[in-house]
């Protein structure tokens, strides 16, 4: 129910009308405020609102990324499969955001995120190493119900100053999903004789 519910809600999110762009989500003042904005939306399934809260020009560089997969003929296969869209120019519409969302989304889903999540109660946040002034890493762990044992180990969320204040660093790694997108297309050459 919740994996539909979650689909239902991003399929919707990716064919609403009208762009936002990421500076239009209420300014995060602290590190700690965007990563924790960032990881509820993350663990209630709005995973729009999750890449809006990147910073613009990470956003940018995924998109960059998957450009020219994009491009070489695999756009209506990643257009259907990856973000449910009925063709390659409703994928080429999408704003960097959606593009990323998309991808999180399709991610997050395979690999059973949202089962995990459908546990989960909350974030606690534990402390925050900075790295200059533009950095800060943010300590946190998912809280799971009072009658669970809770997570001894935690994890880390990058974020970075942003024209909003702060912004998540990224949404996200999406190596492994555009490996499997380029592995078809790579040419294979017979091992040569020593």
Same mark, same amino acid.
């Given at each position: ?26 300014? @995060? &003042? *602290?590190?700690? =405020?965007?990563?924790?904005?960032? !990881?509820?939306?993350?663990? %209630?399934?709005?995973? +729009?609102?999750? /890449? ?21 003929? @695999? &756009? *209506?296969?990643? =257009?259907?499969?990856?973000?449910? !869209?009925?063709?390659?120019? %409703?994928?080429?519409? +999408?704003?960097? /955001? ?97």
């Amino acid at each position: 129910m919740l994996l539909q519910h979650v689909i239902l809600q991003v399929s919707s999110g990716l064919w609403t009308a009208g762009i936002l762009a990421a500076q239009a989500l209420p300014s @995060q &003042a *602290t590190p700690e =405020a965007s990563a924790r904005s960032s !990881l509820e939306a993350i663990r %209630s399934g709005d995973f +729009l609102t999750a /890449a809006r809260l990147v910073h613009p020009a990470r956003l940018r560089q995924t998109r960059i990324m998957f450009d020219s997969v994009i491009r070489n003929g @695999q &756009a *209506t296969y990643i =257009a259907q499969r990856i973000f449910q !869209l009925p063709d390659s120019q %409703s994928l080429l519409a +999408l704003d960097d /955001a959606r593009f990323t969302a998309g991808l999180f989304r399709f991610n997050f889903l395979l690999s059973g995120g949202d089962r995990y999540m459908a546990t989960y109660r909350g974030v606690e946040i534990v402390g925050t190493a900075r790295q200059g002034a533009d950095t800060a890493h943010i300590v946190y762990r998912y809280l799971l119900p009072p009658d669970s044992v809770q997570f001894e180990s935690y994890n880390v969320s990058t974020e970075v100053r942003c024209p909003a204040g702060w912004c998540s660093g990224i949404l996200g790694g999406f190596h492994g999903l555009l490996h499997s997108l380029v592995a078809p297309m790579r040419q294979v050459y017979p091992p040569t004789k020593p």
